[in-house]
């Protein structure tokens, strides 16, 4: 199988050429909801963008790259919430906290939902995934320091573990949603995932 030319080729430095790659980014992801990931080119996207397929290059050797660091952002935001919302753990009853940070993350607005789908089904289900690794590890140290912050309110003997067990089944139940059954990505869903979890934490 061909390696997926996935990793960037270099970060923008001046201003100009970091103006060129948020313009490329921005394209890409309306070309990629629009004409679908399959038929999305690095053509395509650079025209969109305004700039040449050659200036796109200096920068991503493919669209998966571009795809990539689209999901790249997306997580990095993704982590600021998730840390600024469960630093509240120790103040605040932790069932809340739990729920708005589920409801954030099946709602999540920094990013489109149709490319959320895109993102998730050529990035974290192909090889390119090796290049963003280390996300859910992050999660888990987050959550692993919420439940330390909580630990008055909640029953449980091994934090890190919970928190793997919670970070892993989370995630893969909002990808199902967001991907493969959206019909299912409604607030009844984060109240049931809310349950879930308070459960398995016997938070009180």
């Given at each position: 199988?061909?390696?997926?030319?996935?990793?960037?080729?270099?970060?923008?430095?001046?201003?100009?050429?970091?103006?060129?790659?948020?313009?490329?980014?921005?394209?890409?992801?309306?070309?990629?909801?629009?004409?679908?990931?399959?038929?999305?080119?690095?053509?395509?996207?650079?025209?969109?963008?305004?700039?040449?397929?050659?200036?796109?290059?200096?920068?991503?050797?493919?669209?998966?790259?571009?795809?990539?660091?689209?999901?790249?952002?997306?997580?990095?935001?993704?982590?600021?919430?998730?840390?600024?919302?469960?630093?509240?753990?120790g103040?605040?009853?932790?069932?809340?906290?739990?729920?708005?940070?589920?409801?954030m993350?099946?709602?999540?607005?920094?990013?489109?939902?149709?490319?959320?789908?895109v993102?998730?089904?050529?990035?974290?289900?192909?090889?390119?995934?090796?290049?963003?690794?280390?996300?859910?590890?992050?999660?888990?140290?987050?959550?692993?320091?919420?439940l330390?912050?909580?630990?008055?309110?909640?029953?449980v003997?091994?934090?890190?573990?919970?928190?793997?067990?919670?970070?892993?089944?989370?995630?893969?139940?909002?990808?199902?949603?967001?991907?493969?059954?959206?019909r299912?990505?409604?607030?009844?869903?984060?109240?049931?995932?809310?349950?879930?979890?308070?459960?398995?934490?016997?938070?009180?």
């Amino acid at each position: 199988m061909a390696r997926i030319r996935a990793k960037p080729r270099k970060n923008p430095r001046q201003e100009r050429s970091q103006a060129m790659v948020e313009a490329v980014l921005e394209a890409a992801a309306r070309v990629f909801v629009k004409e679908g990931y399959a038929r999305a080119t690095t053509n395509r996207i650079a025209i969109a963008a305004g700039v040449s397929v050659g200036s796109l290059y200096q920068y991503f050797p493919s669209k998966d790259a571009i795809a990539v660091e689209l999901l790249r952002r997306y997580r990095e935001s993704l982590l600021e919430i998730v840390a600024q919302r469960l630093a509240r753990a120790g103040e605040v009853p932790f069932e809340k906290v739990v729920a708005e940070l589920l409801t954030m993350l099946l709602k999540h607005q920094a990013i489109n939902p149709a490319l959320h789908r895109v993102l998730i089904e050529q990035v974290l289900r192909t090889g390119a995934r090796r290049e963003i690794l280390g996300f859910e590890e992050k999660l888990e140290a987050h959550l692993t320091s919420a439940l330390h912050a909580a630990k008055s309110r909640v029953k449980v003997d091994d934090y890190e573990l919970a928190s793997f067990v919670l970070v892993r089944v989370v995630l893969a139940v909002v990808h199902a949603a967001v991907v493969d059954s959206p019909r299912y990505n409604t607030p009844a869903l984060a109240r049931e995932l809310t349950r879930l979890v308070v459960g398995y934490v016997g938070s009180n």
